[in-house]
């Protein structure tokens, strides 16, 4: 017999109308330690130029630090997180969102630490993803409780977008905005909030005093390529972790 679809006739028909779709509990608790866990494993493995990537940002609370601030390209350094990421129930999940079969594009883990900063209003799609494909389901998996005053993240309550709103590369403006509202959707550990890459969504700064982690897991539909090494150096290239920069280099984070 096959294993029983991950997410239910409701929450697919929720994402068709929405763009987004939070699914309660994908992940046991158990689970949702053992990813907190691995977590862990990521953040304590020395940091060396080519291999995973470690990014830092100004701590808004204290000025004169700088907090980890997210890790990306971290699959082939990790093989609980390949497995995880690769296969089981997102892999299935993600599928059933596009119905076809999908590949990884990126994964990444944002700390949000106390001080962390928020998330101006976006599409992921304008941060230059039209390159490498027309559309992205990103399943955002809850490590920590994401809350109101941690940052969670907030979704556009409208009707799916299937497009570009904004411009690449800048955040969506008031008049972008003007037809709708964000909303929290604050997650718990093991809950996976799935959103397409025209999503609009925003999230507020980390004002608590404990980290707010999510991993973030983008697929792309098989049929628009393999691109998550090219978009992983083109990435390196343009906007390097804090380990591979040159001194000197001003680097600025977009969107
Ligand atoms: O982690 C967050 O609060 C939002 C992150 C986000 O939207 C992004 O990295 O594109
Ligand atoms: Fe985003």
């Known amino acids: 017999m096959r294993d029983t679809p991950p997410l239910s006739a409701d929450e697919v028909d929720h994402f068709a109308a929405t763009g987004w779709v939070a699914r309660r509990g994908l992940f046991s608790a158990a689970e ?14 020395p940091e060396v130029a080519g291999q995973h990537m470690v990014y830092y940002e100004d ?10 601030q997210r890790i990306e390209d971290f699959c082939p350094w990790h093989a609980g ?12 999940a993600v599928e059933q969102l596009f119905a076809a079969p999908a590949v990884l594009f990126k994964e990444k883990i944002n700390f949000k630490k106390p001080g962390g900063a928020g998330f101006e209003p976006h599409q992921d799609q304008q941060a230059g993803w039209s390159r490498y494909a027309p559309l992205f389901v990103t399943a955002l998996v809850g490590i920590d409780r994401a809350t109101i005053a941690n940052g969670c993240l907030e979704m556009a309550d409208a009707p799916r977008a299937t497009g570009m709103i904004g411009a690449e590369w800048t955040p ?3 008049d972008q905005m003007a037809t709708f509202a ?22 507020k700064p980390n004002l608590t005093d404990a980290q707010r982690r999510i991993l973030y897991l983008t697929y792309n539909a098989a049929w ?4 998550r090494r090219q978009y ?4 390196r290239a343009s906007f390097p972790p804090d380990i591979e920069r040159s001194p000197g280099t001003t680097y600025r984070f977009r969107v």
Do not use: C, N, Q
């Open 59 to 68: 701590s808004l609370t204290d000025p004169t630090t700088r907090v980890m």
């Open 81 to 92: 997180f390949d497995a995880l990421v690769r296969g089981g129930r997102l892999l299935a």
């Open 232 to 235: 992983y150096d083109d990435k």
């Open 182 to 203: 964000l909303v929290p959707v604050p997650t718990e550990p093991g809950d996976v909030l799935f959103f397409d890459s025209y999503a609009p969504h925003a999230s």
């Open 172 to 174: 969506l403006t008031a």
């Open 32 to 45: 949702a330690a053992e990813i907190s866990r691995w977590t862990d494993e990521l953040v304590a493995l």
């Open 224 to 227: 628009d390529g393999d691109h």
